[in-house]
């Protein structure tokens, strides 16, 4: 994360106030544009939050997303307006640790209904290498070997590590990209939409349960189309992938952490060489948000392939499909190349 282009929380909480004089002399705020005012008015901070808000609030539910299509999520930098915005909403949805401008602005916002998807599933501590496990035999103890026990990670989480999520010894935030821990989510933000709205509880509780149910279906796929194949080890440019690495049983190697922007030393580019052919790794992953020229000189360096895996931190014409779904299908099929799934 540049944390150098971050909004410190000093200049958040005034922003809070010319935010909110701004608004009061305008008629709409950009979560109630468009004559919703029938409906729940939500704030989501970036893509994965938007998602759960939209699929499970349904026809109920206004949705704005603090992060437009295209923008890095993690340097996301707050307009005066969105953060009065998100003092107007009735109902925000954010992840902590992700965006510590969206994090202080909420902090600051005094919504009643604010919901953090980091506090409805289990965060953990995933470094530049990731190694899955086989769940079915002694992975759990493994697990908590190697990445500490899962209830201190939630705890280094709510203090607010995760702000510093590239650095060792912080939570990893990025759950969306594990069905299993996604559904989770779901399951809590539809729990809490009940009680923000309790008049559609019974339309909340039936879309959560249609997600849920297509996020099982998409972990299936997952677990069947990876279980044989000729290599567990990936490349990426962005350590995104450890809780999916977890999940299948793969081993994530990124080039230089959970920081999308950050540069790999030269050790640690010579470190992947000797790993990709001891692995027989085949490809070198980036994203769409991001460059892709550490990850082609990588490639060009070590004779890999190069191929796009989606982070899905926000939907944009590049992306591999129209929705989280769609997306994460893709990136399936593209592990199962790169891996030689059989």
């Given at each position: 994360m ?6 410190p ?14 608004l ?33 609030g ?31 909403s009735?109902y ?23 919901v ?10 995933h ?28 705890e ?8 510093n ?17 996604y559904a989770?989510?779901?399951?809590g ?6 009680k ?17 149910g ?89 004779g ?20 989280y ?11 199962q ?6």
């Open positions: 540049n944390v150098r282009r971050l909004i929380t000093t200049a958040v909480a005034g922003a809070v106030v010319l935010g909110l004089t701004a009061s002399a305008c008629s709409t705020s950009d979560a109630a544009d468009g004559g919703n005012g029938d409906k729940l008015k939500v704030t989501a901070s970036f893509y994965p939050m938007q998602f759960l808000a939209e699929r499970i349904g026809e109920h539910v206004s949705v704005t997303s603090l992060t437009k299509p295209g923008v890095e999520p993690h340097d996301l930098e707050l307009t005066p307006r969105q953060i009065g915005s998100i003092s107007e009735d925000v949805l954010y992840l902590k640790g992700i965006q510590p401008a969206v994090d202080d602005a909420i902090q600051q916002s005094g919504v009643k209904n604010t953090d998807a980091a506090t409805l599933t289990t965060l953990e501590n470094g530049a290498e990731v190694s899955g496990h086989d769940h079915g035999h002694e992975g759990e103890e493994e697990h908590a070997d190697e990445h500490g026990h899962e209830e201190e990670a939630h280094e989480h709510s203090e607010g590590d995760g702000h999520h590239g650095e060792e010894g912080g939570a990893d935030p990025h759950i969306w990209l594990d069905p299993v821990k989770e989510v779901a399951k933000v539809g729990k809490s939409l009940e923000a709205d309790p008049d559609h509880a019974a339309d909340y509780k039936k879309n959560t349960e249609a997600l849920v297509e996020l099982n279906k998409l972990n299936t796929a997952y677990e069947t189309g990876l279980k044989n194949t000729a290599t567990k080890t990936f490349i990426t440019t962005h350590s995104a992938f450890g809780y999916l690495a977890e999940r299948y049983g793969l081993t994530q190697q990124g080039i230089a952490g959970i920081d999308p922007e950050a540069e790999p030393t030269p050790a640690r580019i010579q470190e992947l060489h000797t790993i990709a052919e001891k692995e027989k790794a085949t490809t070198v992953f980036f994203e769409t948000l991001a460059s892709d020229k550490t990850a082609k000189t990588l490639a060009k360096d070590t890999l392939k190069t191929g796009v895996l989606d982070p899905l931190e926000g939907i944009t014409k590049k992306s591999q499909g129209a929705d779904i769609e997306v994460m299908e893709s990136n399936l099929t593209a592990l190349k790169a891996l030689g799934a059989k």
